[in-house]
């Protein structure tokens, strides 16, 4: 029996996964330690369910993918407008040094990927699903980036850098305090005590209609704004996905702002690109291909483990030098390895157990932040871009 689902009932069967998966977070201390988003968890119980419906031929689903490309498109238009490179600014040299270090990661994983993705024979570009698309990307960017590679030959790429980048979250908790330590021990690093008194940060207004519809305004007007900018970008020999537009819209929008000296309401942009990637992982989520992970299980899980002790050497040699091998550095540590096998709360989880145990690291909780939402989101789309349009 088939079953062809439309917008809406593809829509109310991803809130019900989102659903499922708030209910079981709630239950599982592991899952909440290690941050597996709740349309994550939701989204693999549904997409396991459907995957026992086709194999024992009871029933076959097919899910409507409309509202998953437009909230993708607004979750990264929200991503842009947080670019601010006036606050990148303030956080000084030591911003930009670890920014170096971060965008120098990208390209290191992706090789790092594709050359034991030939080695094990399978396609390279599923080598780029395993790299910085999944790694420091996130599961938003391998979904997004899985349909540009299935496009380009290789089948079945978003399971495989879904999967990669669930493993991330596992793996960026577990390798970011132990490395963070061992630095700490070996160079007799300590605390320097709090020393940021008052943090400059954006005024934020309360979150009611007029504000909401306010942001709504900005991220459509950003939106629109980002399709002529990817009609632009199509004339290039690069092929862009088409978020990337957006996103770039939306940074373009935000350092306006800045320039001009305005104030623009993060809050409620935030929260509405959050409740967008939300929906766009439950969407994403329901339709997930199981058979097509389980094929390649062994050869994903030699690959993430060679990321998560690459990452770790990576971060103890480059990032740790870079950053001025102080305490705050090792706690840098901790946070470049949860967002560089992970998500970003992995980062900020790392650093808050590290400065739990061993004292306050007020710079490094300050630059991380701002230095992540231009370097990653800034640079990783187009090196992804770059492997993709070399390897296919």
């Given at each position: 029996?088939?079953?062809?689902?439309?917008?809406?009932?593809?829509?109310?069967?991803a809130?019900?996964a989102?659903?499922?998966?708030?209910?079981l977070?709630k239950r599982?201390k592991?899952?909440?330690?290690?941050?597996?988003?709740?349309?994550?968890?939701?989204?693999?119980v549904?997409s396991?369910?459907?995957?026992?419906?086709?194999?024992?031929?009871?029933?076959y689903?097919?899910?409507?993918?409309?509202?998953?490309?437009?909230?993708m498109?607004?979750?990264?238009?929200?991503?842009?407008?947080?670019?601010?490179?006036?606050?990148?600014k303030?956080?000084?040299?030591?911003g930009?040094?670890?920014?170096?270090?971060?965008?120098i990661?990208?390209p290191?994983?992706?090789?790092?990927?594709?050359?034991?993705?030939?080695?094990?024979?399978l396609?390279?570009?599923?080598?780029?699903?395993?790299?910085?698309?999944?790694?420091t990307?996130?599961?938003?960017?391998?979904?997004?980036?899985?349909k540009i590679?299935?496009?380009?030959?290789?089948t079945?790429s978003?399971e495989?850098?879904?999967?990669?980048?669930?493993?991330?979250?596992?793996?960026?908790?577990?390798?970011?305090?132990?490395?963070?330590?061992?630095?700490i021990?070996?160079?007799?690093?300590?605390?320097r005590g709090?020393?940021?008194?008052?943090?400059?940060?954006?005024?934020?207004?309360?979150?009611?209609?007029?504000?909401?519809?306010?942001?709504?305004?900005i991220?459509?007007?950003?939106?629109?704004?980002?399709?002529?900018?990817?009609?632009?970008?199509?004339l290039?020999?690069?092929?862009?996905?088409?978020y990337v537009?957006?996103q770039?819209?939306?940074?373009i929008?935000?350092?306006?702002y800045?320039?001009?000296?305005k104030k623009?309401?993060?809050?409620n942009?935030?929260?509405?690109?959050?409740?967008?990637?939300?929906?766009?992982?439950?969407?994403?989520l329901?339709?997930?291909?199981?058979?097509?992970?389980?094929?390649?299980?062994?050869?994903?899980?030699?690959?993430?483990?060679?990321?998560?002790?690459?990452?770790?050497?990576?971060?103890?040699?480059?990032?740790?030098?870079?950053?001025?091998?102080?305490?705050?550095?090792?706690?840098?540590?901790?946070?470049h390895?949860?967002?560089?096998?992970?998500?970003?709360?992995?980062a900020?989880?790392?650093?808050?157990?590290?400065?739990?145990?061993?004292?306050?690291?007020?710079?490094?909780?300050?630059?991380?932040?701002?230095?992540?939402?231009?370097?990653v989101?800034?640079?990783?789309p187009?090196?992804?871009?770059?492997?993709?349009?070399?390897?296919?």
């Amino acid at each position: 029996m088939e079953f062809t689902l439309d917008i809406l009932q593809t829509l109310g069967i991803a809130i019900i996964a989102y659903i499922i998966g708030t209910n079981l977070k709630k239950r599982s201390k592991f899952l909440t330690k290690f941050f597996i988003p709740s349309p994550v968890i939701g989204g693999l119980v549904v997409s396991l369910v459907v995957f026992i419906l086709n194999q024992t031929h009871i029933a076959y689903f097919e899910f409507d993918g409309i509202l998953q490309d437009f909230f993708m498109n607004i979750f990264f238009t929200c991503i842009g407008l947080s670019c601010s490179f006036a606050m990148l600014k303030k956080s000084g040299g030591l911003g930009l040094r670890l920014a170096l270090a971060i965008i120098i990661l990208l390209p290191l994983q992706n090789i790092l990927a594709v050359a034991l993705s030939k080695t094990l024979g399978l396609n390279p570009l599923y080598g780029v699903a395993m790299g910085s698309t999944s790694m420091t990307g996130g599961i938003g960017s391998a979904v997004s980036f899985g349909k540009i590679m299935e496009e380009a030959g290789a089948t079945n790429s978003t399971e495989i850098g879904v999967a990669a980048a669930t493993f991330g979250l596992l793996a960026g908790s577990l390798v970011g305090g132990p490395t963070a330590n061992r630095l700490i021990r070996k160079n007799q690093l300590s605390t320097r005590g709090s020393i940021i008194r008052e943090t400059d940060v954006e005024l934020t207004g309360l979150m009611n209609q007029q504000t909401l519809l306010k942001a709504i305004v900005i991220i459509g007007l950003a939106s629109f704004l980002g399709t002529f900018i990817n009609k632009a970008l199509a004339l290039t020999p690069v092929n862009f996905p088409y978020y990337v537009g957006c996103q770039f819209a939306g940074l373009i929008v935000r350092n306006i702002y800045d320039g001009l000296g305005k104030k623009i309401d993060m809050v409620n942009i935030e929260t509405l690109g959050n409740i967008s990637l939300t929906l766009f992982l439950s969407l994403a989520l329901i339709s997930l291909n199981i058979a097509a992970i389980l094929s390649l299980a062994l050869p994903m899980l030699l690959i993430m483990l060679a990321q998560a002790i690459f990452i770790a050497i990576y971060t103890s040699l480059v990032t740790f030098n870079l950053t001025g091998r102080d305490y705050d550095a090792a706690v840098m540590v901790a946070g470049h390895c949860g967002v560089g096998l992970g998500q970003t709360p992995n980062a900020m989880a790392n650093m808050e157990a590290v400065i739990e145990e061993k004292g306050p690291a007020d710079v490094a909780m300050f630059v991380l932040p701002i230095v992540l939402a231009i370097a990653v989101n800034f640079f990783n789309p187009l090196i992804i871009t770059f492997f993709i349009d070399m390897l296919k």
